[in-house]
């Protein structure tokens, strides 16, 4: 750098890294001349403003607002402090935090496949799980002669940038063919760079993966398969229940052989199929109900040898789609939410600074909101036993009543908060949710009491305190010491399959033994709306 001219302090937070700026000078030229630290900040365009990705939140005043900018940033992004780095200039000392991390986490591990007692392949090979989610894509890679998970990655999946729900991408396919194509792209463009950055981090050679095994919901399978999407049939595979990977130009592993597995029903998935397989449901000696909590949620109770699916539609709370602070569980998103009565703690998801709130940490919010009295049974803030704390409580939010549950400092001030409709939001999710259990219960002729296990499976499947699903009326008290989680089963399910492919077959008989009562989406009476557990 230039000598006698004066320089500003950039800290990176959390991380607490920092460099020196020039005055006036931007962050991206400073990192592309010096960067001590390693600070991994995105310029995907070269510092041109087009591609987004060097979005940072300032936490002081920046140099004025590019004309760049103005054409790539919202006026709600601006009064939040977020800028461009390759754009905005420095003016003062700063703290600024990076809203575009790592887009995947990679973790290794080497843990057994449960339910596999001898692998069924060579030594040096390999094979990967693909569950395949409305938001999120998870793969794990399988060492297929140890029968052990040695790595998993988990992203975003990318058809989100197209359409943030499965709706908006059939209202695409059903304007326009190409648009199928865009999106079958998109996802396995971006399955095939995970499938090789896995490969990476183990130090394994991509072309020693012999098997690829798909599961995830109906639709998303029809997207990926590019199937026809009406109507969804059980059978997705060949004849031979086999595809070839270069049939979906994945190049990373170009000969494996891609299974997908079968569906039960448009609501109930491959997933949901997986997670049986997981759970061992259907070989199961007792009276067991595996519940899976999303935008649709899915259960199935096996009852003396039967097997009975259904799912109620609309729970979109639980994804945290349409809460004014929500966001999928990725970095920065609030996952745990404890109080002891005068004081809220959180945990958010990686190094990142709080940012938003996912479905557990709602779904524990409204929780412990209820516990201490500051919303009564039906989800209706108390006022006047709101906290007087600066960081937390009862605020006035764009006209509503809100509870505040972090503020950050600096001029460009951020509150993540629940609004009153996130809260009536929140309680139909969980009404369906008690319809749900209820009515496959009652197709049953049994009662909550005679549930033997509840399993649940996916988002919620490590919640840290399963006493949240009783205190907001999700299920009914009797069933409280009988709750097991069990993670993500459709994952495991998959996994399952490439250690063995006999399981494969079982799979494929499962399917036709279910049986499916109609899902349910419509209005719920008034006297289920309300948090107050059941007997």
């Known amino acids: 750098m230039a000598q006698n001219t004066m320089l500003h302090k950039v800290t990176f937070v959390p991380e607490n890294k920092v460099i020196e700026v020039e005055d006036r000078k931007s962050i991206f030229e400073t990192i592309l001349e010096h960067n001590p630290n390693g600070i991994d900040l995105h310029f995907a365009c070269g510092a041109e403003g087009i591609c987004r990705k060097c979005k940072v939140r300032a936490f002081q005043q920046m140099g004025p607002v590019t004309p760049t900018e103005r054409g790539c940033l919202t006026d709600e992004e601006f009064a939040k402090g977020i800028r461009l780095a390759c754009q905005a200039r420095v003016i003062q000392d700063t703290m600024v935090e990076i809203l575009y991390k790592m887009p995947f986490t990679i973790a290794l591990m080497d843990e057994p496949i449960t339910q596999i007692v001898q692998p069924h392949a060579a030594q040096g090979t390999y094979a990967v799980a693909v569950d395949l989610g ?119 592993s170009h000969r494996a052989r891609v299974y997908a597995l079968p569906v039960i029903s448009t609501y109930a998935g491959a997933d949901m199929t997986a997670a049986i397989l997981a759970t061992r449901l259907h070989k199961s000696s007792a009276t067991t109900l595996l519940l899976d909590l999303g935008t649709n949620a899915r259960a199935v109770l096996y009852h003396q040898g039967a097997l009975t699916a259904s799912a109620a539609a609309q729970c979109f709370a639980f994804d945290c789609v349409g809460i004014a602070c929500g966001m999928r569980p990725e970095n920065g998103a609030i996952e745990h939410v404890s109080s002891d009565g005068s004081a809220f703690r959180i945990s958010v998801i990686g190094e990142s600074l709080p ?87 009652e197709h049953a002729g049994m009662g909550c009491r005679d549930v033997e296990s509840v399993l649940i499976s996916g988002a919620f499947g490590t919640l840290s305190d399963p006493s949240v699903l009783f205190e907001l009326g999700m299920l009914p008290r009797c069933l409280e010491s009988r709750i097991c989680f069990v993670g993500n089963a459709a994952k495991q399910g998959a996994q399952m399959v490439l250690l063995d492919k006999s399981i494969l077959a079982e799979a494929e008989a499962l399917v036709q033994h279910v049986i499916c009562l109609p899902a349910f989406g419509g209005p719920l009476p008034d006297e289920v709306l309300h948090f107050l557990p059941g007997d």
Request: some cysteine; glycine content about 8%.
């Open 134 to 252: 409305v938001n999120t894509l998870m793969l794990s890679l399988i060492d297929l002669g140890r029968g052990r998970k040695i790595a998993v990655v988990t992203d975003t999946n990318p058809q989100i940038e197209l359409g943030t729900d499965f709706e908006q991408r059939v209202a695409m396919v059903e304007e326009s063919e190409i648009n199928l194509e865009v999106l079958n792209e998109e996802l396995l463009l971006r399955i095939d760079i995970l499938i090789e950055e896995l490969c990476r981090a183990a130090g394994v050679v991509p072309e020693q993966v012999c098997d690829i095994v798909v599961s995830g919901e109906t639709g998303m399978l029809h997207l990926m398969l590019k199937g026809v999407l009406n109507p969804l049939e059980q059978s997705l595979g060949p004849k031979d229940g086999m595809y070839r990977a270069e049939q979906f130009d994945i190049k990373s």
């Open 355 to 441: 940012r938003g709130i996912c479905g557990s940490g709602l779904l524990e919010l409204a929780a412990e909101l209820k516990k201490t009295g500051l919303i009564d049974e039906y989800g209706v803030f108390q006022k006047e036993q709101g906290p007087k704390h600066p960081s937390f409580g009862l605020i006035n939010a764009d006209g509503n009543t809100s509870f505040r549950l972090y503020t950050d400092d600096g001029i460009f001030k951020t509150d993540i908060f629940v609004t009153q409709d996130d809260l009536y939001m929140l309680r139909s999710a969980k009404a369906r949710v008690a319809d749900l259990v209820s009515r496959l219960l």
